[in-house]
């Protein structure tokens, strides 16, 4: 026989647990409930039998049915592939430069690039391809190296500036702090505003053109409307890649820029190298 008390009021039995005088009932659960986390307990037991479930050293434990979202994935992949399989050939086979003039394998070049442009590109150049302050804009016609499919081709597969691809383009501006007085430096960057703009100081143009023309002009030409082939960009259309301001310009000179892209082509397939650079063509800018 139970020793507990029984609640006076609800002739419960109470726990033994009291507050102030207050008795806690030992009232027990609904059987509802009680079966029903029996019931939870042997469908958890049942789960990490037959999925993946438990986390070991090395990976998770298989489960006796040998589900796998990433075997589902590459099941998926692979069935997605060999429906584009023939696609893929001619896109491999194409002369780069007449791709645009096929219309079905260039719709699906777009497509396809347009998918990888948005997962390994845009977090530089942005989702709409504008690019933003050291990342080019992609929709303008402002292209060092050339933007006609073969040139962003190369591009897109050797990068820019970076140590792994042999290929890759390469241009490097002097840091003309070390080489210039800094009235120089003031003056060149007063004549490259001149060049774009109609608010300058005159006096300033004329040394800075001086200047200009004994340190810059080789890359930049004597009007200042670059060298692709260099990568030495136009400066006299007013499209600048870290700003044309005064104080940019200033540091630019000062300092020199030196901005990096990585190779492509050792990361992506050749399929979604020129499917990219098909994209990037087709959206406007380039040649």
Same mark, same amino acid.
């Given at each position: 026989?139970?020793?507990?008390?029984?609640?006076?009021?609800?002739?419960?039995?109470?726990?033994?647990?009291?507050?102030?005088?207050?008795?806690?009932?030992?009232?027990?659960?609904? &059987?509802?409930?009680?079966?029903?986390?029996?019931?939870?307990?042997?469908?958890?037991?049942?789960?990490?039998?037959?999925?993946?479930?438990?986390?070991?050293?090395?990976?998770?434990?298989?489960?006796?049915?040998?589900?796998?979202?990433?075997?589902?994935?590459?099941?998926?992949?692979?069935?997605?592939?060999?429906?584009?399989?023939?696609?893929?050939?001619?896109?491999?086979?194409?002369?780069?430069?007449?791709?645009?003039?096929?219309?079905?394998?260039?719709?699906?070049? #777009?497509?396809?690039?347009?998918?990888?442009? &948005?997962?390994?590109?845009?977090?530089?150049?942005?989702?709409?391809?504008?690019?933003?302050?050291?990342?080019?804009?992609?929709?303008?016609?402002?292209?060092?190296?050339?933007?006609?499919?073969?040139?962003?081709?190369?591009?897109? %597969?050797?990068?820019? &500036?970076?140590?792994?691809?042999?290929?890759? %383009?390469?241009?490097?501006?002097?840091?003309?702090?070390?080489?210039?007085?800094?009235?120089?430096?003031?003056?060149? #960057?007063?004549?490259?505003?001149?060049?774009?703009?109609?608010?300058?100081?005159?006096?300033?143009?004329?040394?800075?053109?001086?200047?200009?023309?004994?340190?810059?002009?080789?890359?930049?030409?004597?009007?200042?409307?670059?060298?692709?082939?260099?990568?030495?960009?136009?400066?006299?259309?007013?499209?600048?890649?870290?700003?044309?301001? &005064?104080?940019?310009?200033?540091?630019?000179?000062?300092?020199?820029?030196?901005?990096?892209?990585?190779?492509?082509?050792?990361?992506?397939?050749?399929?979604?190298?020129?499917?990219?650079?098909?994209?990037?063509?087709?959206?406007?800018?380039?040649?």
């Amino acid at each position: 026989m139970s020793k507990r008390k029984r609640d006076e009021e609800t002739g419960q039995e109470t726990t033994g647990h009291s507050w102030d005088g207050i008795e806690e009932l030992n009232t027990p659960l609904p &059987r509802w409930w009680l079966w029903t986390l029996y019931l939870t307990i042997i469908w958890g037991i049942g789960y990490t039998i037959a999925y993946p479930a438990w986390p070991m050293i090395s990976g998770a434990t298989a489960g006796v049915m040998g589900w796998s979202t990433r075997a589902n994935v590459a099941t998926d992949i692979e069935a997605h592939e060999g429906q584009n399989a023939e696609l893929v050939a001619a896109l491999l086979e194409a002369d780069i430069d007449a791709l645009a003039e096929t219309s079905d394998l260039a719709r699906y070049a #777009v497509a396809r690039g347009g998918s990888v442009f &948005r997962a390994q590109c845009s977090q530089c150049h942005g989702s709409g391809a504008a690019g933003a302050k050291g990342y080019p804009n992609l929709l303008d016609d402002d292209w060092l190296w050339g933007g006609n499919m073969e040139a962003i081709t190369h591009t897109v %597969r050797h990068g820019i &500036r970076n140590t792994t691809d042999d290929d890759a %383009r390469y241009s490097e501006m002097p840091v003309f702090g070390e080489i210039l007085e800094a009235e120089e430096i003031d003056s060149v #960057v007063e004549y490259v505003i001149s060049l774009s703009s109609t608010e300058y100081d005159a006096a300033l143009v004329e040394t800075g053109g001086i200047v200009f023309e004994d340190n810059c002009s080789a890359c930049h030409g004597e009007a200042g409307l670059g060298d692709y082939d260099l990568g030495a960009p136009n400066l006299a259309d007013a499209i600048w890649l870290y700003g044309g301001s &005064r104080e940019a310009l200033h540091e630019t000179i000062t300092y020199s820029r030196y901005g990096v892209m990585p190779a492509w082509g050792q990361r992506l397939s050749e399929a979604d190298v020129r499917s990219v650079s098909a994209y990037v063509h087709a959206l406007g800018g380039g040649e």
